[in-house]
């Protein structure tokens, strides 16, 4: 019984430390490598997350999101990108199979992460803050190729949907604002 009550409040504290990390620099994370890592890199910079999956109809996003990261990069911008496969099982495989296939296959060079979940009792603490009541885009993550604008101080600027391409108007405006911010 103790054991039980043990667990229920260190998954309450990880629930609770995800939503009031002080920052979203502050949730770890493990690169495509496995390497403990986060967003604190990445501080100073405009940030576009998204959840990706390499077997999925929208998967062809690879390109746009590969030219937008080239085209902005310089200017203090970058895509990163998070392998998920609570969609349709669309992210089967292994982060060394996901880094080939995106390296051989669309030429990725913005930085992959671990694969992790972006939903459910498994969400990873980044997801959770990035959707929870406290975000001002809450809600579940509804398929693959989520968005999540990020500030260059941290601040969840905007939410696209999976459908909205990163070559749309609404997202290149959205960046060249972020970029444009002091």
């Known amino acids: 019984m103790k054991f039980i009550a043990l667990l229920a409040v260190l998954f309450m504290a990880q629930l609770v430390s995800a939503e009031t990390a002080a920052s979203l620099y502050d949730i770890p994370l493990k690169d495509i490598n496995g ?78 992460f671990d694969k992790l979940h972006v939903k459910g009792a498994e969400q990873h603490p980044l997801y959770a803050a990035l959707t929870g009541e406290k975000s001002p885009f809450p809600g579940e993550i509804k398929w693959n190729f989520g968005k999540f604008l990020i500030s260059k101080d941290g601040k969840i600027l905007k939410r696209f949907e999976p459908k909205t391409t990163p070559e749309s108007a609404e997202v290149t405006e959205a960046v060249e604002a972020a970029l444009a911010a002091k």
């Open 35 to 112: 390497k403990p890592t986060s967003l604190k890199a990445y501080k100073g910079k405009t940030i576009l997350v998204v959840n990706v999956a390499s077997k999925c109809g929208l998967t062809p996003q690879y390109t746009a999101l590969e030219a937008l990261h080239k085209k902005y990069s310089a200017k203090g911008f970058t895509v990163l990108g998070f392998p998920c496969n609570d969609f349709g099982a669309q992210e089967p495989g292994t982060n060394e199979e996901i880094k080939q296939f995106c390296s051989s296959k669309y030429e990725v060079t913005f930085p992959l």
